[in-house]
């Protein structure tokens, strides 16, 4: 290695060590609080499913398209919270604690607040979710755009076929988890 090349590698270690001891400016500051919570959100998904699909097969409606799609859903939630569990480990373990911990919280709020029977509450529940994940990503997209969680966008037109009437309840979800 070159002594040129040396230099420009101390360099650029030590400007990155200085970016580090900053921390975010206050536009990116704006933006923390709604990644949070969409990252959460995105974590209250994999329950969601999973709730769902308990639900579907209690009433006989997990069939053959039903059942695949569902099996395509959880993949996709599966993916994109374990791309957020890692992202936040590797900035912060503690980050990663909490950011379970925040799950477990929000999870049981979004439940309580809404008061069907299932498999509606779990259905709209799980559509809910997706849409609120859109807006909170478009939200950051500027600036920190979660690009695993782009194909959640897609489950409402995946879980369609099974036939459940959506109650578009993303206001009651969102006004009760803050």
């Not at 209690?58 to 069939?63: A, E, P």
């Not at 936040?88 to 379970?100: G, K, T």
């Given at each position: ?71 395509q859903?959880r993949?996709?939630?599966e993916?994109?919270?374990g ?26 709020r979004?439940?309580?607040c ?19 994940i ?23 037109a995946?879980?369609?076929?099974a ?5 578009r309840l ?9």
């Amino acid at each position: 290695m070159k002594y040129k090349q040396m230099q420009l590698i101390r360099r650029t270690a030590w400007m990155n060590l200085q970016i580090l001891d900053r921390g975010p400016s206050e536009a990116d500051a704006k933006y923390v609080p709604i990644a949070v919570r969409m990252l959460t959100m995105v974590a209250c998904m994999g329950y969601a499913v999973l709730d769902l699909e308990a639900a579907l097969a209690d009433v006989g409606k997990l069939r053959h398209q039903v059942k695949l799609r569902m099996g395509q859903i959880r993949h996709m939630t599966e993916y994109a919270h374990g791309t957020a569990f890692n992202m936040l480990h590797s900035v912060n373990p503690a980050a990663s604690r909490q950011y379970n911990d925040q799950l477990d919280w929000m999870y049981g709020r979004i439940s309580a607040c809404i008061l069907l029977s299932e498999p509606e509450k779990s259905y709209n529940i799980v559509v809910s979710l997706c849409r609120l994940i859109e807006k909170y990503n478009g939200r950051i997209s500027g600036r920190y755009d979660f690009a695993p969680a782009k194909p959640l966008y897609r489950i409402p037109a995946l879980i369609a076929c099974a036939n459940i009437t959506d109650y578009r309840l993303d206001n009651i979800i969102e006004l009760n988890t803050k």
